[in-house]
Nanobody, 117 residues
Framework: QVQLVESGGGLVQAGGSLRLSCATSGVMFSVRSNVMGWFRQAPGKQRELVARVTSGGTTNYADSVKGRFTISRDNAKNTVYLQMNSLKPEDTAVYYC?????????WGQGTQVTVSS
């Protein structure tokens, strides 16, 4: 079983920054060996991909966050991060960490990010 625990959300003014963390645990699980991603879901909207990093280190970003958000991972800590800069009110959502393994996908419980104008 794989567990993902997000932290780092909160309330921030537009233009500010936050760093989300996703701590992972599980027998034989490694963030280095799996596709790790951050998704978000705003009220009344579908969950959407924000950023993803593959086992090879390739990163992908939603067009809406390119140049502002950065996904990274610390293999030693088995943790994935999402650095969010120049935040906008439209970034307000619950942010979820995702691990896409060979067998199934795992999700964290989510962390709320609220950006005030």
């Amino acid at each position: 079983q794989v567990q993902l625990v997000e932290s780092g959300g909160g309330l921030v003014q537009a233009g500010g920054s936050l760093r989300l963390s996703c701590a992972t645990s599980g027998v034989m699980f490694s963030v280095r060996s799996n596709v790790m991603g951050w998704f978000r879901q705003a009220p009344g909207k579908q969950r959407e991909l924000v950023a993803r990093v593959t086992s090879g280190g390739t990163t992908n970003y939603a067009d809406s966050v390119k140049g502002r958000f950065t996904i990274s991972r610390d293999n030693a800590k088995n943790t994935v991060y999402l650095q969010m800069n120049s935040l906008k009110p439209e970034d307000t959502a619950v942010y979820y960490c995702n691990a896409d393994t060979m067998f199934r996908a795992y999700w964290g419980q989510g962390t709320q990010v609220t950006v005030s104008s």
